[in-house]
């Protein structure tokens, strides 16, 4: 094997394994969002899905669709129900992470445009790793207690 052959197949062993690990490992599906009347903040549910075998966290937020975008935690907790912002949600090796009514969800404030059931958005996520998971969300009214019912 000449040196230019070498040269050319560590090149494109290099880049095939590049392209690889360039694609994110995290997926996002079902997403949601209940919108509420006013200029009431809306939730965002979805399922989060990490085919990687490392442990990675959910970072961040962002909408085109709403100024503010939050990821936060409702509890209960000696009957009193409380919501609190958090800074990561935890998305472990080869495991799924639900963002669900009363447990996490995207506090979604201040829409940039009417949103109205029905209506597609986007709402983009940052990764542990640094990656951007931009994720479709379908607008549901406020009386919807899932994606699609």
């Not at 599906?29 to 509420?36: E, Y």
């Not at 979604?108 to 931009?134: M, N, Q």
């Given at each position: 094997m000449t040196f230019r052959s070498l040269a050319a197949s560590l090149f494109l062993l290099v880049a095939s394994t590049a392209g690889a690990t360039d694609t994110t490992a995290?997926?996002?599906?079902?997403?949601?969002?209940?919108?509420?009347?006013g200029s009431l903040p809306a939730g965002a549910y979805v399922t989060f899905r990490n085919h990687s075998t490392s442990a990675l966290k959910i970072v961040g937020a962002e909408s085109a669709d709403y100024a503010e975008a939050m990821i936060h935690r409702s509890s209960t907790e000696g009957g009193m129900g409380r919501m609190e912002m958090v800074d990561s949600v935890d998305l472990p090796p080869e495991g799924t992470v639900s963002f669900t009514p009363g447990g996490y969800h995207v506090?979604?404030?201040?829409?940039?445009?009417?949103?109205?059931?029905?209506?597609?958005?986007?709402?983009?996520?940052?990764?542990?790793?640094?990656?951007?998971?931009?994720?479709t969300f379908v607008a549901r009214p406020a009386n919807a207690t899932g994606p699609t019912d």
């Open positions: 995290v997926e996002a599906s079902a997403g949601w969002i209940r919108v509420l009347p506090m979604l404030e201040k829409p940039t445009h009417a949103v109205k059931p029905g209506d597609r958005l986007t709402i983009t996520f940052e990764l542990s790793d640094g990656k951007k998971l931009p994720a």
